[in-house]
């Protein structure tokens, strides 16, 4: 008797070619549902629909097919088993070893704008799942593919080994099966507490009690932060988005350090990508800024950027809030970058950085949504929180002494509050011009990122302001920006000590506003 294989899928890739080697080259009989049914029947290939099969029709509107003792007694037989045979024998059920199943696009479905609760519970599969893990759970016996990338590979085994395929392929088969319902499952469960939140039965902002992680190899990596180290990069979701929907116009393969650096450019970036923001470029190192402007043009904030640290610029990540134009392209063949990435980038200026050959430059039109929420793993388990994603408003600050600020002070200190959050903790940025003079970061005292961030500054903190992602809990380093020259500082306050430094900076004549909220970085 011919062998029997079951096909029911959603992507029809690759189908009608991978049924016919199954007919014509190995004498498979076919069953199928649906609209795979229907296209292999088009296609000219015999085939037996599952109602045809199982003597059940299709119900509930197609809801119930495959669900029925013929099919899932067929795939759970165990051959090597003489119980299991002679059940199936008294019922007339024929084993199955093959089966070809993907799922309903369910997050392709939720992916559209305007679908709505219903559509994309119509999407929840239910008999393709039942298969699948029937089918991975009884490897031993049967061949389960779930995506058109493994049939090639399926038909050569077969060639390989006289029609049959070997335990191994088929373990290898059958972890992806599960692998595959596994984050099908975890992406329905995220969009129900999506779901569940907009209800206001989740409250917004909290984490779920069970929190699922799942991602599909996007491309495997040289190696990570060290060349010891392997590491891939994963995509989640069914829809390019973030990085994984960014266009590489040149340069060498991305690495593990140049995604890690590029998404921290990103972040900057969406803090200056509204339409209403002025030409803005960041260059940074190891995730920190080393270099920060806006500029009445592109070029002119990333040359003031760059003129920021140019010792710390040579090897970094350029990140600009406007498409890349033939002066900002001139200006960055001038010294070696990494990366840049920018919304767009203009013919003649894709032309003039092609020069630079290993120079990744990437278009990134969407430079302002991230990820909602951050993961970190732990031994014996993971932390996740919310993203620092809280929108800046002055209007909530509290200038906080005798001396009260200028426009164009209060204008200085929002961009270097925005920089701040950015530089990892201790965090310390000087800025003036709208661009950054020193920035002290990841330091283990706030005095000593003070210091970095005012020697690098040098004589250019006079009249410059300060920011400090946490709270200054002694007036020493309200004096020592003061020394400097500082004449305005921005800081998040609620130190218990906060009035020493307040009466520190009304003694020297400065300038403090506490902004209610900090944005520690580790």
Same mark, same amino acid.
């Given at each position: ?155 050569? =085994? !077969?060639?390989? @080994? /006289? ?6 392929? *088929? %373990?290898?088969? $059958?972890?992806? +099966? ?74 060498? =393969? !991305?690495?593990? @350090? /140049? ?6 450019? *990103? %972040?900057?970036? $969406?803090?200056? +990508? ?249």
């Amino acid at each position: 008797m011919a062998r029997l294989a079951l096909l029911s899928v959603s992507n029809k890739t690759g189908l009608i070619e991978l049924a016919r080697s199954l007919v014509e080259e190995f004498g498979f009989d076919i069953i199928s549902s649906g609209g795979t049914a229907q296209a292999l029947k088009e296609a000219g290939l015999p085939v037996t629909k599952v109602s045809d099969y199982t003597g059940s029709p299709e119900i509930l509107g197609g809801r119930v097919k495959t669900l029925h003792p013929r099919i899932h007694g067929g795939i759970l037989v165990r051959k090597n088993l003489a119980e299991d045979v002679a059940d199936l024998e008294a019922q007339q059920i024929r084993p199955i070893d093959l089966v070809v199943v993907n799922l309903y696009p369910f997050e392709q479905t939720i992916a559209k704008p305007d679908v709505t609760f219903a559509e994309a519970i119509e999407q929840i599969d239910i008999g393709g799942p039942a298969m699948v893990r029937a089918s991975a759970k009884n490897h031993a016996h049967v061949t389960i593919l779930t995506n058109p990338s493994q049939y090639d590979s399926y038909l050569q =085994e !077969l060639r390989k @080994n /006289n029609g049959t395929t070997s335990l191994e392929f *088929r %373990q290898t088969a $059958a972890l992806q +099966a599960f692998q595959h319902t596994g984050g099908y499952d975890r992406a329905i469960a995220a969009y129900l507490e999506k779901e569940a939140e907009g209800r206001g039965q989740r409250a917004e902002g909290t984490l779920p009690d069970t929190y699922a992680l799942a991602g599909t190899q996007l491309q495997a990596l040289r190696y990570g932060e060290n060349p010891h180290q392997p590491a891939t990069w994963y995509q989640t979701g069914a829809t390019a988005t973030g990085w994984t929907a960014a266009t590489q116009l040149q340069g060498k =393969e !991305l690495s593990y @350090n /140049n995604l890690v650096d590029l998404e921290g450019a *990103r %972040q900057i970036m $969406a803090e200056f +990508a509204d339409a209403q923001s002025d030409p803005a470029a960041a260059i940074v190192k190891h995730t920190n800024p080393c270099g920060a402007a806006l500029g009445n043009t592109l070029v002119e904030a990333y040359q003031k950027a760059f003129d920021a640290d140019s010792t710390s610029a040579f090897g970094g990540i350029v990140a600009l809030n406007r498409s890349i134009d033939t002066e900002t392209a001139t200006a960055m063949t001038k010294t070696f970058l990494e990366c840049v990435v920018a919304p767009g980038c203009e013919p003649e200026a894709a032309a003039i950085l092609s020069a630079k050959k290993n120079l990744r430059v990437l278009v990134l039109k969407d430079l302002s949504h991230g990820a909602t929420e951050t993961v970190k793993a732990i031994a014996g388990g993971f932390l996740a929180q919310t993203a620092d994603d809280l929108p800046v408003d002055p209007n909530q600050w509290r200038i906080a002494t005798e001396k009260q600020p200028t426009d164009a002070q209060l204008a200085e200190l929002l961009f270097a509050w925005k920089l701040c959050k950015h530089v990892k903790s201790n965090a310390i940025v000087v800025t003036r011009d709208r661009a950054t003079l020193g920035v002290g970061a990841g330091q283990m005292n706030r005095v000593g990122s003070v210091k970095i961030a005012l020697e690098q500054a040098g004589e250019k903190a006079q009249g410059a302001v300060l920011a400090s992602d946490g709270f200054f809990p002694f007036d020493d380093s309200v004096r020592t920006a003061a020394a400097a020259g500082i004449s305005a500082i921005v800081q998040p306050g609620g130190s218990l000590r906060d009035q020493d430094s307040i009466n520190a900076a009304n003694e020297l004549g400065l300038v403090m506003v506490l902004t209610g909220v900090r944005h520690f970085l580790h």
